[in-house]
């Protein structure tokens, strides 16, 4: 009965032991409690291990870390350094061909912004899709600037379009991006249903832009005029992807 209590006892105590916070005498009694009784041995034995694998995975960790870091910041200094030169090969060509800077900037401003997206996405951690819909944002702002100040300035090709019908598509399909991404972000709805709203979104942005355009009058919107070519599939997709979303919930 003593043996048992002391048992009891000792294995009680035993996480205090592991962790070093026990006093010289009483890690004097367990260590001699240790050496004859196999029971509270193997216990203490297999605190000790699992005490060893907490703190293994701990430093295995931050070694990831550091490498995927490491890595990161390699893969972006090399892109850096590809997409410089490859902005300096266009401009020197295009001096070359046009005496002057024309199609080089368009070329430049959508490297620049295709880097801006990667560092985005393999930076974030938190709320990724919510910066990269801001880099998106400003990114097709300053490219679409740049195409049309290119074009109609530098190389007197085309018409003064962007204010007509540039800003006003841009920012409408933004709209069908940005909607289902705070959906996302602040409502928390499932991946499924934010593709279901997004493709309801697309067939609104499709007979928008093609009012915007004049390919279309209100009349032809009214009546449904192409329906099935131009909307089918997407009613197609929002039917599935929110029977998929709503099978997700109820699992849940």
Same mark, same amino acid.
């Given at each position: 009965m003593d043996r048992e209590l002391a048992c009891e006892i000792v294995k009680d105590l035993l996480p205090l032991y592991v962790d070093g916070m026990v006093s010289d005498v009483s890690k004097k009694s367990i260590e001699n409690h240790l050496e004859y009784c196999t029971d509270c041995n193997e216990v203490y034995n297999n605190m000790a291990f699992n005490l060893e694998m907490e703190k293994q995975p701990s430093e295995v960790q931050d070694v990831k870390r550091f490498l995927k870091k490491t890595k990161r910041m390699y893969f972006l200094y090399g892109l850096c350094g590809l997409s410089?030169?490859?902005i300096l090969v266009c401009m020197i060509?295009? &001096?070359a061909l046009n005496k002057g800077i024309t199609w080089s900037l368009i070329a430049g401003s959508a490297v620049i912004f295709a880097d801006a997206f990667v560092y985005v996405i393999?930076?974030?951690?938190?709320n990724k899709g919510c910066f990269t819909m801001i880099v998106i944002s400003i990114g097709i702002f300053c490219l679409l600037s740049v195409i049309q100040i290119t074009?109609?300035? &530098?190389m007197d090709v085309g018409t003064f379009w962007i204010f007509r019908y540039g800003f006003p598509i841009m920012l409408l399909w933004l709209g069908v991006l940005w909607i289902p991404v705070l959906s996302r972000a602040f409502l928390k709805w499932n991946i499924w249903d934010c593709i279901a709203l997004f493709m309801l979104l697309v067939i609104i942005g499709n007979y928008i832009t093609k009012l915007i355009t004049g390919d279309y009058v209100w009349n032809d919107v009214l009546r449904m005029r192409g329906f099935i070519g131009n909307a089918l599939g997407e009613v197609i997709g929002i039917i599935l992807f929110g029977i998929i979303g709503r099978i997700k919930k109820w699992r849940k």
């Open positions: 410089f030169i490859s060509v295009d &001096l393999s930076a974030s951690k938190k074009r109609y300035y &530098l």
